[in-house]
């Protein structure tokens, strides 16, 4: 428990987990003012002040506040677990200690899941509280908000497995602690940024050489989709959540009865390109995120500490 606690301190340092929430404050605090003078100003319906607000803060959610930001921080975090034991030496007296390298492992690893966990949620709490006091939207959005919260919490459990696992297992493989983390930051904002900018590019060869085992974005996005679906999403939502999560096909989202009466088509409702079984893709994700930290286990196990 001694290394859990100690663990879970030098990663919550209170001077640096304030700078993050500074940092990650920034886009909420646009949002919040985009909403206030050009969607709650303007002459719009109810229904498209909804749809509008409902859509930027799930997309600003998936990208920035448990996105690129999040993840980067996560990453550069777990990787500095373990190279910092070893640059420093401390590694060593806890392997004099006798105490099972599995379990040093394991108790690191709690300790930046918990971490991260604080993180995501304190994250959202400041996201909302941001963006609805600035915009000053209605109540009945708000309290949508707020009902969908504890699904987003789902997601931070989920994401924060995954990021600890494989940051804590490239702490391992990866001897260079920049290398590592320049790697991860390249990857991150290659998955969740450059990558569904360039997917119109691939969409002609996406289905024909199963090109989504490789979107990652895609199977991300479809599992956040999954967490905060309590609710319907109309297409307006999905057309504007649809520009980096490339997970609706808005070509079928068409009401063919009122289509034929009135002659134009009728958008009904968001469809979602199914290439994966949610419940299989789920349990890929999990199982490689408990196989990362088995062989994280191993590689310190058989490592020479001197």
Known sequence: MVIIVNTFRNLLKWKNTLL????????????????????YDDNLSFTQQFDTT????HIVVFMWILGIPFLINGGAKGIALMANELSDGTLGLLVSTRLPRQLIILYKWLALYLVLLILGTVSIFVNYSI?????????????????????????VCFVSLIVSAVSILLS???????????????FIIFLFLLFPLLKNIVLPYYEKYYLYYL???????????????NNVVTVNQANIMGMFMGIF????????DLTMMI???????????????????????LIFSLSAIAVSMGLLTKRDIT
């Open 215 to 229: 979107d990652f974005n895609y199977q991300f996005s479809l599992i956040y989709y999954h967490f905060i679906d």
């Open 172 to 186: 391992l493989l990866i001897k260079s602690k920049i290398s590592a983390v320049i790697t991860i930051t390249v």
């Open 20 to 39: 993050y929430l500074i940092v990650i404050s920034i886009l909420p605090v646009i949002i919040g003012f985009v909403l206030k003078y050009e969607v």
């Open 249 to 256: 096909d808005l070509s079928k989202s068409v009401d063919n």
């Open 263 to 285: 002659g134009q088509k009728i958008l009904n409702g968001e469809s979602v390109y199914d290439f994966f079984n949610l419940k299989y893709l789920i349990m890929s994700w």
């Open 131 to 155: 963006i609805t006091f600035i915009s000053g939207m209605d109540d009945n959005i708000q309290i949508v908000l707020i009902n969908s919260i504890p699904y987003l919490l789902k997601y």
């Open 54 to 57: 409902m859509g930027i803060y």
